[in-house]
């Protein structure tokens, strides 16, 4: 989820033919992503240099700004942790000559599955970028060539590669919330993202991609932002966990949405392995036992972003965490939520551990090379 106002090449390498022969067809050799804030490492921090800045973000663990939106790692970096390859380096941040034989991160903050023109038409708040889906694929293509020379070679390198294709959606639902704060608007964009995932999905299919990843969404009831910006005061439009319920429960139908999408994909593509990510359970556990996975406890606690400004989440639409006013706290290890929209690498890292290792991926990844510590 991403909620807060993000802030704001084509080049050619080598590749080595041999590696590709050589390629161990019991793990992975690369990684391709797709999505928004959730898993973008460095693309929006690029295009929008003053991004980073003298910023929190990325303090915990890369000790400077990261180019990621939270304090530390992602889920798509503890993931190619954990299949022993580098964490994926940004599509507009690479140089000429850099080894991009390993994969490469297309996503970018604030992206959407839709085009602008949606947003625009339906007069809505617009997403904070016009980088969607479909213009990250279009940098895929044009990467493609320095990736591997013909059919053949691109079929046996794609082979032992993985494919992610969001999670994405997101923000497109957060345009909704953020125009209309009613969730009966919300489901006639469902079958739209749907679409725009699916048709990306299956041109990655047509480039060569026979394992692909295609997560589905956040517990948006349990984020802080949609939280602060709803503000309902009828305690019977929260669950026993304090998320609100109905948003909660439109998640579930978009999930359910995507998975029936995904299993008709799958009946025209047999040759291929498309998984699907269980993002909200990954993610909805953490809020309903945070003590049991090391998180303050106590329902306002659980919530509580770690950087920002305002009660009773620690969130203001209009304080972004770094800016002067905001506050950041001592500990983001035992806190779920980073800044009001995303959640801090503690959370990261169990979301992911519980991907890679099980039960939140159907049908499972290949075994990992090593284990989330």
Partial sequence: MKMIIIFCITFTCGFLENVISDANPLTYEAIFNFGDSISDTGN?????PSMDGNSPYGSTY????????????????????????????????LTKGQDIRQGVNFAFAGATALNMDYFIQ??????????????????FKKLKPSLCKNKRECDNYFRSSLFLVGEIGGNDINALILSYKNIAELREIVPLIIEAIINVTTELIEEGAVEIVVPGNFP?????????IVNSGKKDEYDQFGCLAT??????????????AIETLRQKNNHVKIIYFDYYGSAKRLFEAPQQYGFSFGKIDTFKACCGKGEPYNVDVHIFCGSFASTICSDPSIHINWDGAHLTEAAYRLIAKGIVEGPFASPSLKSPTFKIA
């Fill in 122 to 139: 339906k007069k809505l708040i617009p997403p904070s970028t016009n980088i969607s889906l479909s213009v990250q694929l279009d940098w």
């Fill in 44 to 48: 929006a921090a690029t295009y929008y």
């Fill in 220 to 228: 948006i009831g349990c984020n802080s932002a949609v939280l602060t």
């Fill in 247 to 260: 948003y909660n429960d439109f998640i579930k139908y978009y999930n359910w949405q995507l998975n029936q």
């Fill in 62 to 93: 890369f000790k400077h700004p990261s180019g990621r939106m939270s304090n530390g790692r992602l889920i798509i970096d503890f993931i190619a942790e954990a299949y022993g390859l580098p964490m994926l380096p940004a599509y507009l941040n």
